[in-house]
C-alpha cells in the first residue's frame, strides 16, 4: 500500500469529529482532495463534495464516507468540577471507565471515572455501571475551574494514538469511518469516464442524516458507501460466526439491518475483484447499517452497495485493522468506479 494512503489514515484517526463537529476532519479532507477534483463544495449540513468529471456523459457515481464518529458529548459540570456526558452514537457502557480522552477544541486531557470497586457494593459489582453513572474527571479542583475548561455541548474523543503492530497491523481510534475517506480520497486521485461524486458525509452514527441529503442533492444513478465494518475474527462461543476476518480483502455484503444491496451491483463488484486478482470476503453477519441506508432510498430510489474495511473492536476507543485489507479496498473500488463507467459510456 502506498505509504500516503497509511499517513491519510493515521492523521484522520487522530483528529477530533463526532456526529455533528466533523470540522477539523473536513478541513483536512478538503485540503487533501483539492487537487484530485474538479469542484469542492460543503453543503448547509457539513456534508464535503469532491466532484470529478461533472460534465462527462454516463452514470452519475457516487461515493460516500463518512466523516463522524462515535463519542461523548459534555452536558453539565458538577459542583466538585467533575464533567457530565452523553453518549454519541452506539457505544458499550463497558469499554468507558478509566479511559483518557480529550475535552472541546482545546483537546483538554481527561479521564473517565465512577465509583471504584472498593466502594461499590456486592450487587453494584456485578452490573455494568451505566453511562449516565460515570463521569470525566479533567483534574479541576471545582466547577468554576472546569467551566474555564470545558462547556455544555463540547465534544469528547477517546485520546488513542495510531500506532502499527504485529504483523502488516494497524490500531487507532475512529477507523468507523477513517478508513472509509482513506479509499475514498484515493479513489479520486484516479481518472474515469464518467462523473463521479465523492461526499465525505455527516452525522452517519446518529441516523445517516448527511448520506440522506447528499444523495438527494447529487441524483445519483449508481453509489458505493465505502465504511469499516466489524470483524470479530476473535474467540467466540460455540455457534457464533465472525462476521469477517483480518487479511482476507475487503467484505461485500448483500444485506445489513439498513438495506438490501444491488445484486447485479455486488455481481459486477465480484467479478471485478476476480478479474484484477483482489482478495475479498463476504460480511456474513447481516446486524448495524451504514449510509446505503438513506442514499439507496433517495428520491426514485438508487442502485447501492457496500464495500468495506474488516476492523476489530470498531465503536470502541481503539479499533485494529490490516494494512494490506486497507491497500486491497483502495485497488478494489478504482477498478469497479472505472469498469461502472465504462458500462455505460455506449
Same mark, same amino acid.
Given at each position: 500500500?502506498?505509504?500516503?494512503?497509511?499517513?491519510?489514515?493515521?492523521?484522520?484517526?487522530?483528529?477530533?469529529?463526532?456526529?455533528?463537529?466533523?470540522? %477539523?476532519?473536513?478541513?483536512?479532507?478538503?485540503?487533501?482532495?483539492?487537487?484530485?477534483? $474538479?469542484?469542492?463544495?460543503?453543503?448547509?449540513?457539513?456534508?464535503? !463534495? %469532491?466532484?470529478?468529471?461533472? =460534465?462527462?456523459?454516463?452514470?452519475?457515481?457516487?461515493?460516500?464516507?463518512?466523516?463522524?464518529?462515535?463519542?461523548?458529548?459534555?452536558?453539565?459540570? $458538577? $459542583?466538585?468540577?467533575?464533567?457530565?456526558?452523553?453518549?454519541? =452514537?452506539?457505544?458499550?457502557?463497558? *469499554?468507558?471507565?478509566?479511559?483518557?480522552?480529550?475535552?472541546?477544541?482545546?483537546?483538554?486531557?481527561?479521564?473517565?471515572?465512577?465509583?471504584?470497586?472498593?466502594?461499590?457494593?456486592?450487587?453494584?459489582? @456485578?452490573?455494568?455501571?451505566?453511562?449516565?453513572?460515570?463521569?470525566?474527571?479533567?483534574?479541576?479542583?471545582?466547577?468554576?475551574?472546569?467551566?474555564?475548561?470545558?462547556?455544555?455541548?463540547?465534544?469528547?474523543? !477517546?485520546? @488513542?494514538?495510531?500506532?502499527? !503492530?504485529?504483523?502488516?497491523?494497524?490500531?487507532?481510534?475512529?477507523?468507523?469511518?477513517?478508513?472509509?475517506?482513506?479509499?475514498?480520497?484515493?479513489?479520486?486521485?484516479?481518472?474515469? $469516464?464518467?462523473?463521479? &461524486?465523492?461526499?465525505?458525509?455527516?452525522?452517519?452514527?446518529?441516523?445517516?442524516?448527511?448520506?440522506?441529503?447528499?444523495? &438527494? %442533492?447529487?441524483?445519483?444513478?449508481?453509489?458505493?458507501?465505502?465504511?469499516?465494518?466489524?470483524? %470479530?475474527?476473535?474467540?467466540?462461543?460455540?455457534?457464533?460466526?465472525?462476521?469477517?476476518?483480518?487479511?482476507?480483502?475487503?467484505?461485500?455484503? !448483500?444485506?445489513?439491518?439498513?438495506?438490501?444491496?444491488?445484486?447485479?451491483?455486488?455481481?459486477?463488484?465480484?467479478?471485478?475483484?476476480?478479474?484484477?486478482?483482489?482478495?475479498?470476503?463476504?460480511?456474513?453477519?447481516?446486524?448495524?447499517?451504514?449510509?446505503? =441506508?438513506?442514499?439507496?432510498?433517495?428520491?426514485?430510489?438508487?442502485?447501492?452497495?457496500?464495500?468495506? *474495511?474488516?476492523?476489530? &473492536?470498531?465503536?470502541?476507543?481503539?479499533?485494529?485493522?490490516?494494512?494490506?485489507?486497507?491497500?486491497?479496498?483502495?485497488?478494489?473500488?478504482?477498478?469497479? *468506479?472505472?469498469?461502472?463507467?465504462?458500462?455505460?459510456?455506449?
Amino acid at each position: 500500500m502506498a505509504s500516503d494512503a497509511l499517513e491519510t489514515l493515521a492523521a484522520l484517526s487522530e483528529l477530533p469529529g463526532i456526529s455533528g463537529q466533523e470540522g %477539523a476532519v473536513r478541513a483536512y479532507l478538503r485540503e487533501r482532495a483539492a487537487a484530485r477534483a $474538479d469542484e469542492l463544495r460543503t453543503d448547509a449540513l457539513g456534508n464535503l !463534495f %469532491a466532484v470529478k468529471g461533472a =460534465g462527462k456523459p454516463g452514470p452519475r457515481i457516487l461515493l460516500a464516507a463518512h466523516m463522524d464518529e462515535i463519542g461523548l458529548i459534555v452536558t453539565s459540570v $458538577d $459542583d466538585d468540577g467533575f464533567v457530565r456526558f452523553r453518549k454519541v =452514537g452506539g457505544i458499550d457502557d463497558r *469499554v468507558l471507565l478509566a479511559k483518557a480522552v480529550h475535552v472541546g477544541q482545546k483537546r483538554v486531557p481527561g479521564v473517565i471515572g465512577s465509583k471504584p470497586i472498593h466502594l461499590q457494593s456486592p450487587g453494584e459489582r @456485578t452490573k455494568v455501571v451505566p453511562a449516565d453513572e460515570m463521569y470525566i474527571d479533567i483534574g479541576a479542583k471545582d466547577k468554576a475551574e472546569a467551566q474555564r475548561l470545558v462547556e455544555p455541548g463540547d465534544a469528547v474523543t !477517546f485520546a @488513542t494514538s495510531f500506532g502499527e !503492530f504485529g504483523e502488516g497491523m494497524v490500531k487507532g481510534k475512529a477507523f468507523d469511518d477513517r478508513a472509509g475517506c482513506t479509499v475514498l480520497l484515493e479513489a479520486l486521485a484516479g481518472e474515469y $469516464d464518467a462523473p463521479v &461524486y465523492g461526499v465525505f458525509t455527516v452525522q452517519e452514527e446518529i441516523g445517516l442524516r448527511g448520506a440522506r441529503v447528499a444523495a &438527494y %442533492a447529487v441524483e445519483p444513478d449508481v453509489a458505493l458507501v465505502l465504511e469499516g465494518t466489524p470483524a %470479530a475474527d476473535i474467540p467466540l462461543e460455540e455457534g457464533e460466526t465472525s462476521s469477517t476476518v483480518l487479511g482476507r480483502g475487503p467484505a461485500l455484503s !448483500f444485506m445489513d439491518g439498513s438495506s438490501i444491496a444491488d445484486r447485479e451491483l455486488v455481481q459486477t463488484i465480484i467479478r471485478v475483484a476476480e478479474r484484477e486478482g483482489i482478495p475479498w470476503q463476504w460480511r456474513r453477519t447481516q446486524g448495524g447499517g451504514n449510509d446505503a =441506508g438513506a442514499i439507496h432510498l433517495s428520491k426514485a430510489g438508487v442502485r447501492t452497495a457496500s464495500i468495506s *474495511v474488516p476492523c476489530r &473492536y470498531i465503536h470502541t476507543p481503539c479499533a485494529v485493522l490490516h494494512k494490506e485489507d486497507l491497500r486491497n479496498t483502495i485497488r478494489l473500488v478504482q477498478a469497479v *468506479v472505472a469498469e461502472l463507467a465504462s458500462q455505460r459510456r455506449a
